[in-house]
């Protein structure tokens, strides 16, 4: 399974304990992005019991996110000196602490700082590690992998969101906080999974052992993925789709309640969502490994990112249950396909040699347009007294990013003829 002839590297074995990985990565995803997502249901009643307005408990979701990317290179640097296992397993116990502490908030500003910063901070130590392992256990199967990893966000929101809601009533926000302090504590069995492979485990050691200025070129040779222009040029569309993609997930529940859907059946939109997510991810997953298909795993990126922006431009339309079924399916479904495809397409633009340190850019880059979306969002709320311009804000930014990278892509194929984008 794995080569012992160069102890510096090792091949990459599609198979065996990386199905443990995925495991691992899928059971982390659940506990992080599905859990995120599930932060909105308690936007109700933080402004009941905090009387605030949408605009200020948007900022909750706004600094878990924006904290859990800005964090990105963060954990990159911890999973890479220290080890993936390492990472993860802090990563729960500090989101552990974060959930626990914010079931005792007094105010809002206290769960900026408990539910938003610390949180985030023990997500994003978590999250991108578990996602460059995968990358490193897979090849031939890697978009497979990551579609059944990647799942773990639509699987987890489709249990979490009833849950959720069902353990607010029963337990109040509070107990409800407390009981996913105990959920996502659990990251720290998925760390104990995170194996690296042998030459993995051996060029680390080596690192350690040389130190001191031997150190530093290899640490620039990390990060020489940098100078890349396919990769450079990704980076300009991933702002604008970490713009658009966050908004529906924070205001789905809120603007079913404010059309007259009941809270119960708001969740359940919330879970649709995530099973629609879950055939979205392992559809276009399994459908990007094909060989015939694997030039195009890009273009795929693309169609995706841009049908969920078109799904946003209809949604201020659609005032009732029966409607916003279809929405959540269609959405859902787009939405886990290009969560599916990021790790896969920065991939294959970088290799996976660079991966992991790729993904802290990736996902650090999140971090602003994932900080400002929801305020702005809930400020054009209050302004307006509609969510429409908050909707169509989203799904402009979701297709402007689909737009930049096809532009981008003919414009790269015109001037050399080929590309790694390809």
Excluded at 79 to 85: C, D, E, P, T, V
Excluded at 166 to 181: P, T
Aim: glycine content about 10%; charged content about 10%.
């Amino acid at each position: 399974m794995m080569s012992e002839k160069t102890p510096h590297s090792a091949a990459a074995p599609d198979g065996g304990w990386g199905w443990m990985i995925v495991a691992g990565c899928f059971l982390t995803t659940v506990c992080t992005r599905a859990v995120t997502r599930c932060v909105s249901i308690f936007f109700v009643e933080f402004q009941s019991y905090f009387s605030r307005d949408y605009s200020a408990t948007a900022w909750i979701h706004s600094l878990l996110d924006c904290t859990t990317m800005l964090c990105a290179p963060l954990s990159s640097y911890i999973g890479n000196r220290l080890s993936s296992r390492i990472a993860i397993m802090f990563g729960g116990l500090l989101s552990a602490a974060g959930l626990l502490l914010s079931s005792l908030a007094t105010s809002v500003e206290f769960l900026y700082l408990t539910l938003g910063v610390l949180t985030g901070v023990g997500f994003a130590l978590s999250y991108t590690p578990a996602i460059a392992m995968v990358g490193s256990y897979f090849s031939e199967r890697k978009a497979l992998a990551y579609g059944i990893a990647m799942s773990g966000s639509g699987i987890g929101t489709f249990i979490l969101a009833p849950a959720v809601q069902l353990l607010i009533e029963l337990f109040s926000w509070r107990g409800a906080l407390l009981i996913l302090g105990g959920l996502v504590s659990h990251m720290c069995v998925c760390g104990a999974l995170m194996r690296p492979l042998e030459g993995q485990s051996g060029r680390q050691k080596e690192m350690d052992l040389e130190g001191g200025k031997k150190s530093k070129p290899s640490d620039a040779k990390e990060y020489s993925f940098l100078l890349i222009p396919d990769f450079l040029l990704m980076l300009v569309s991933f702002l604008f789709l970490a713009y658009g993609c966050s908004v529906p997930f924070v205001y789905l529940v809120p603007y079913s309640l404010s059309a007259g859907v009941s809270p119960q059946q708001a969740a359940l939109l919330m879970s649709i969502l995530g099973v629609s997510g879950i055939v979205g991810t392992i559809t276009f997953g399994w459908i990007a490994d094909r060989k015939c298909l694997r030039p195009y795993r890009v273009v795929s990126y693309m169609l995706a990112v841009g049908s969920e922006g078109l799904s946003c431009l209809f949604l201020p339309l659609l005032n009732g249950f029966s409607l916003l079924v279809p929405f959540s399916l269609i959405y859902g479904c787009f939405d886990g396909a290009y969560v599916a495809l990021i790790p896969v397409v920065t991939s294959d633009t970088v290799s996976s040699t660079h991966l992991t340190s790729a993904l802290g850019v990736v996902y650090f880059l999140h971090a602003i347009p994932y900080l400002i979306s929801p305020p702005i969002g809930g400020w054009l709320v209050d302004q307006t007294g509609s969510y429409t311009a908050t909707f169509v804000l989203s799904g402009v930014a979701l297709i402007c990013s689909a737009v930049i990278l096809a532009a981008v892509r003919v414009t790269i194929r015109c001037t050399r003829g080929s590309s790694c984008l390809n």
